[in-house]
């Protein structure tokens, strides 16, 4: 059971220019999301959440974005730099204690 | 500290081999995870403890044994292993299970099956 998903598999961009990863969930029963950013050969990193009670929070360069009535969430970077080229996933927290599920991720290239 | 360590980075081992996983943190969590990620697929839950116990068993098989000595320890002993379980093992951990949902995650161990 897919709870979210993220559509896309990958993502390029140029630097300095704003990167949209967008994710989808099937269930309205949440309460909370995450995005995570992980590199080759280390865990992901959390990067930002949101409650369902938020329409958008923002965190510096990167700003989320959610739409209850579409069941969608998206990810904004901007201004995008090359350190930002990882695969970034969206989670949901589930209702079962500690379970997070994650999208099956998105990976950004940004180039110069 | 923020920091979520795992040992050893690397492992390869046969499949009538035991080894085991090692993970620490110490910022007070109360709640510690493993996770396993084959390429190009996103983290699959294993294991939850929350206070030092098992709340969480993914129907994994017994082949890994997870076990939590202290709150800030998490080990994963592994034998028997099959080709198949060859992946990155990662393990996170949270303030508690109930109510923190940031899970902060280590850099991983990377197991090869032979």
């Known amino acids: 059971d897919q709870q979210v998903k993220q559509n896309s598999p990958s993502l390029s961009v140029q630097e300095g220019r704003i990167s949209i990863l967008n994710c989808d969930y099937t269930?309205?029963?949440?309460?909370?999301f995450l995005w995570y950013k992980k590199y080759p050969a280390e865990g992901p990193t959390f990067l930002i959440s949101i409650s369902s009670i938020k329409d958008k929070n923002e965190d510096g360069r990167f700003t989320v974005f959610l739409n209850k009535s579409a069941k969608h969430l998206s990810l904004h970077i901007v201004p995008s730099q090359p350190g930002d080229s990882a695969v970034y996933f969206c989670a949901r927290r589930g209702s079962t204690l500690g379970r997070l599920y994650f999208g099956r991720g998105t990976q950004l290239t940004v180039w110069p | 500290d923020t920091e979520v360590t795992q040992t050893p980075k690397h492992l390869v081992m046969g499949m009538t081999n035991k080894k085991s996983l090692k993970c620490e943190q110490h910022m007070g969590h109360r709640a510690m995870y493993w996770y396993k990620q084959k390429a190009k697929k996103p983290p699959e839950l294993m294991f939850v403890y929350s206070y030092e116990k098992l709340s969480i068993n993914e129907s994994v098989p017994s082949r890994f044994s997870p076990e939590c000595p202290n709150s800030s320890l998490l080990n994963l002993h592994l034998h028997a292993l099959q080709p198949e379980d060859s992946a990155l093992y990662l393990c996170a951990s949270s303030q508690d299970a109930k109510d923190a949902y940031e899970q902060y995650f280590g850099p991983g161990t990377r197991l090869t099956v032979t």
């Open positions: 269930n309205s029963m949440f309460d909370y």
